[in-house]
């Protein structure tokens, strides 16, 4: 095996490790603000995991706080992660842009939360 295959292997391996503590949470939709590869998008995939990726803070702070959940910058402790909760989220045409809609939140019915995604 040569030295950068074994890096690669190396890396995919850290990173099902954390997809997998991820995982661990027992949730079915994980927003992130960064880039999520195609490694994990693929896992979260086959567990069945809807993954967004590059949302902004201030709506990732938003949708926290309507879903009834807290921000999780650690996947160690399951149990010590307070988890949102909405009956919907579907992705939605305005104009040309598409955007990803929460409803039936925790927080009220009167509240949407559009968060832009890649």
């Not at 295959?5 to 927003?31: D, L, P, S, T």
Request: net charge negative; aromatic share 6%; glycine share 10%.
């Amino acid at each position: 095996m040569s030295k950068v295959a074994e890096i690669e292997g190396a890396e995919k391996e850290k990173m099902k490790e954390k997809v997998n503590k991820i995982i661990g949470h027992g949730i079915n939709c994980f927003v992130n603000r960064q880039l999520i590869y195609n490694f994990p998008e693929e896992l979260f995939a086959d567990a069945g995991i809807l993954a967004i990726e590059h949302a902004d803070f201030d709506g990732i702070e938003r949708l926290a706080l309507v879903t009834g959940g807290e921000i999780a910058s650690t996947f160690d402790n399951p149990e010590s992660v307070k988890l949102g909760q909405c009956d919907l989220i579907e992705e939605i045409m305005i104009g040309e842009d598409k955007l990803i809609k929460f409803s039936g939140v925790a927080m009220g019915q009167a509240c949407t939360i559009v968060l832009r995604g890649a």
